[in-house]
């Protein structure tokens, strides 16, 4: 069906893959001007290729778009936390740091490669207002230079702290470290032996070769990311906002759901072998929903103390006036 918007065009664009961005769209925009849309075509012609992160973004935004929904209302409520909007609420603005780190932990484990990427865009453009329609629909075009909502810039890609999920570091090779200092300081004295270094040189790159496949592995296996309720750690977690608002939802609630996202946490750590860093995402992103729902129905429970109150002193300030005219009113009877 041809797009009779901007936003159908973009709808379709960047859900394309990135290597054929250019070639579709200008495609389109001829369908549209044959069709007679000239208005509309001069539109898509400006729709600028998004970039390689964006694009990674856009892609796992689409397939998971409760998850993008869930950290976005992380978002608003750790913004509500910091600025004192819930105050007299049992949350804290430390608790709603973690849970948000935890929801853009779990959504960023999707992404096949540039994770760390992956992870400061998604926290980037939850922030910007003006990338925020982008990110749910996926159609983010560039990475939002912006504040984070910790109170500081995100930090850049290249240097931030690797976190347990991520693929670990190549391990120093003390072997050739060892070899390349040894050899310095013969060079002084006498030649290395020939077979010495042959024998050497056969242990680092057999050493070099087993560091290679361990690494492999631990990336395929953190590169299948769980789905479905599998993916937040609790039966039925997958559909808590759409069967209840966040703001009707009772606070007891979800504290049972908390209570039993912390049984399957430990009930986790005592099947030994089953705790991989991917399930330990999965719960911590389970946790992050029902903190989440939690924050909100605090939130909502000291609104309505707020207006319950207002509302009582209003009445008395009316009970007062309806005594005081009644008093003048019998002070004129007597007269």
């Known amino acids: 069906m041809d797009p009779t918007s901007l936003d159908d065009a973009k709808e379709l664009l960047y859900g394309l893959p990135l290597k054929s961005f250019v070639a579709e769209r200008d495609f389109l925009v001829k369908q549209i001007w ?39 209302q992380a978002a608003t409520l750790l913004r509500a936390a910091q600025t004192g909007a819930l105050e007299g609420s049992t949350i804290d603005a430390s608790e709603l740091q973690q849970q ?39 159609c983010l075009v560039v990475v939002p230079t912006t504040v984070s909502v910790f109170g500081t810039a995100p ?10 999920t991520e693929e670990p570091s190549p391990p120093v090779d003390e072997l050739e470290a060892r070899r390349v200092r040894r050899r310095a300081s013969n060079d002084k004295d006498q030649p290395q032996a020939d077979e010495e270094g042959a024998a050497e040189q056969a242990a680092a790159e057999k050493e070099a070769a087993t560091a290679e496949k361990r690494r492999a592995a631990e990336a395929e296996a953190e590169a299948e990311p769980p789905s479905g309720t599998e993916r937040y750690g609790l039966v039925g977690m997958d559909v808590m906002f759409a069967s209840e608002p966040p703001s009707e939802m009772p606070v007891g609630g979800i504290a049972r759901q908390e209570s039993d996202g912390l049984n399957a946490h430990e009930t986790l750590a005592d099947g030994g072998g089953a705790d991989t860093a991917r399930e330990q995402a999965a719960l911590e992103q389970a946790l992050a929903v029902v903190q989440v729902q939690r924050a909100t129905a605090e939130k909502a429970r000291a609104n309505a103390e707020t207006a319950k109150a207002n509302a009582h002193e209003r009445a008395e300030q009316a009970e007062a006036k309806v005594d005081a005219l009644a008093q003048i009113i019998a002070a004129f009877e007597i007269d």
């Open 100 to 138: 948000y780190r935890a929801a853009i932990r779990g959504l960023s484990q999707s992404a096949p490669t540039r994770r760390a990427e992956v992870r400061a865009a998604l926290e980037a453009a939850t922030i910007d207002e003006a990338s925020q329609d982008d990110l749910r629909s996926g």
């Open 155 to 164: 930090p850049s890609p290249a240097i931030a702290p690797t976190s347990a």
């Open 34 to 72: 044959a069709a007679g849309n000239r208005d509309l075509a001069n539109e898509v012609k400006t729709l600028r290729k998004p970039s390689m992160v964006a694009a990674e973004v856009n892609h796992i935004v689409r397939a998971d778009p409760e998850g993008v929904d869930l950290i976005l």
